[in-house]
């Protein structure tokens, strides 16, 4: 709405129109230009194999900050470390006597606590339910190795079982959803 209270009329435009080695070679490959800059002893460069190409950006998913869906794609890497350390804490704990579980809680969820700070400023997590499923284990290992006296069944399995059922069903389900989403854009727009 203009600010007199008419409607503003709205004019279709057309995709912007990009040459794919305009910003590194500038005017001569847009076709203003004379000649490319040469080195001495170098052929001058081909362009036969530039296209022009429309900007179709893919719709935004909700994939944490600054994440690309190619980084999504990468083996699960951070999880799995997270269950290598959750599984390895219960062994050496039912190894351990009181004092040096505590010692060893409090080391433990700041080295699981340090990783996934990193695996959050690596993009690596979908979104704050991601990110609060694996800081999920980190608690479970803070408040056994804190509130459970002494460790001596294998019962953990069961929890590190259930852990990867939910964090890994969860990335798998909000994968596919990124696929369909990103196969119906393509479609949609001839790709």
């Given at each position: 709405m203009t600010p007199s209270g008419e409607k503003k009329k709205l004019v279709p435009v057309e995709p912007a129109r990009v040459h794919h080695r305009q910003s590194e070679f500038g005017k001569f490959v847009?076709?203003?230009?004379?000649?490319?800059?040469?080195?001495?002893?170098n052929s001058p460069p081909d362009f036969s194999s530039s296209t022009e190409t429309d900007i179709n950006p893919l719709p935004k998913v909700q994939m944490g900050s600054g994440a690309v869906a190619q980084r999504r794609c990468m083996v699960q890497g951070w999880?799995?470390?997270?269950?290598?350390?959750?599984?390895?804490?219960?062994?050496?704990?039912?190894?351990?006597?009181?004092?040096?579980?505590?010692t060893s809680t409090?080391?433990?969820?700041?080295?699981?606590?340090?990783?996934?700070?990193?695996a959050n400023k690596r993009s690596y997590f979908i979104n704050a339910w991601d990110k609060l499923f694996h800081a999920s284990v980190v608690a479970d290992i803070f408040a056994e190795g804190l509130l459970i006296?002494?460790?001596?069944?294998?019962?953990?399995?069961?929890?590190?079982l259930a852990f990867g059922v939910v964090i890994l069903g969860y990335r798998l389900r909000q994968f596919g959803r990124l696929s369909r989403r990103l196969s119906r854009h393509?479609?949609?727009?001839?790709?």
């Open positions: 847009s076709g203003e230009g004379a000649t490319p800059p040469q080195l001495p002893g999880t799995l470390a997270l269950g290598v350390i959750y599984l390895a804490t219960f062994h050496l704990w039912m190894r351990l006597d009181r004092p040096a579980i505590i409090l080391v433990i969820t700041a080295l699981a606590t340090t990783l996934l700070m990193v006296p002494a460790h001596e069944d294998y019962g953990f399995y069961l929890c590190a393509l479609s949609a727009n001839g790709v």
